[in-house]
């Protein structure tokens, strides 16, 4: 378990790293020209590590559904979505949401056992988990709403 544990919190660091870098990229070029950097260079970091850990077996995949092999085109999506959304609602705001759909979602597919997932029942607690979630990006969305201390020499008359 703590392997998975540190394997999560490495991946999530990752994915705010990436984020970044995304957005630094969108800062200079298209959309669609960040997500084919992002998901080409990706590519060929796989392809290469690939190789060169699983040699030739890399091209030796298990017999799988069909649509699973379209997968790739997801992250189209993905990148494409969230460079958009870091873009107009800034990272830390953009990702939030992002983790929270994600959350909900899987615990939907999960309690359903939908594309082939072992059905995990649902329970009450885990709606409040996500619940809280989604309540913490309220917070913290609307908690920004309030301005900064103006300097005094800044604020209205009458005020100290």
């Known amino acids: 378990m703590m392997v998975g544990l540190s394997l999560s919190l490495i991946a999530g660091s990752l994915v ?5 870098f995304n957005s630094k990229v969108n800062e200079r070029a298209s959309s669609w020209a960040t997500t084919t950097l992002v998901l080409g260079l990706g590519f060929l970091a796989s392809l290469t590590l690939g190789l060169i850990v699983e040699g030739t077996h890399l091209f030796a995949p298990h017999p799988m559904q069909t649509w699973y092999w379209f997968s790739g085109l997801i992250g189209v999506g993905v990148v494409t979505c969230l460079v958009q959304g ?5 990272p830390t705001f953009a990702v939030s949401i ?5 959350l909900g979602f899987a615990l939907l597919w999960d309690s359903m056992g939908w594309l082939g997932l072992d059905k995990v029942p649902f329970t009450f607690s885990k709606l409040i988990g996500v619940l809280v979630i989604v309540g913490g990006i309220v917070v913290f969305k ?3 709403k309030r301005g900064a201390p103006q300097e005094p020499s800044k604020m209205p008359a009458g005020h100290s």
């Open 86 to 90: 870091i873009r107009l609602l800034g």
């Open 98 to 102: 992002v983790m929270a759909a994600q």
């Open 142 to 144: 609307l908690g920004g």
């Open 16 to 20: 705010g790293l990436q984020n970044i």
